[in-house]
């Protein structure tokens, strides 16, 4: 299971912290991302995480986002700084580049950004 919390409503320039906790998997040796779904959009990956720490980031929120994981918790995090409106949407955390079991993606966590 794949559960995603932390999200919330912020204004444009301001900060939140995701965190997403995974069970029923070795979460170690599987690389991991941030996914996110706006209204009437495709889900976009976010950023991604290898199982050494390793990361990548959409040319969208580089600079402005980091992704880390711990995996003594199970857990991954995407760590958001000045939040901007076009951030507005749904994140989902899973395995990369594909999802970790067909295509479970969890009940993600809404992040609204007002302006």
């Known amino acids: 299971q794949l559960q995603a919390s932390g999200g919330g409503l912020v204004r444009a320039g301001g900060s939140l912290r995701l965190s997403c906790a995974a069970s029923?998997?070795?979460?170690?040796?599987?690389?991991m991302a941030w996914y996110r779904q706006a209204p009437g959009k495709q889900r976009e990956l976010v950023a991604t995480?290898?199982?050494?720490?390793?990361?990548i980031y959409a040319g969208s929120v580089k600079g402005r986002f980091t992704i880390s994981r711990d995996n003594a918790k199970n857990t991954v995090y995407l760590q958001m700084n000045s939040l901007e409106p076009e951030d507005t949407a749904v994140y989902y955390c899973?395995?990369?580049?594909?999802?970790?079991?067909?295509?479970?993606w969890g009940q993600g966590t809404q992040v609204t950004v007002s302006s």
């Open positions: 899973n395995g990369f580049p594909a999802p970790l079991w067909g295509n479970y």
């Open positions: 029923g998997i070795i979460f170690s040796i599987n690389p």
């Open positions: 995480v290898t199982t050494r720490g390793n990361t």
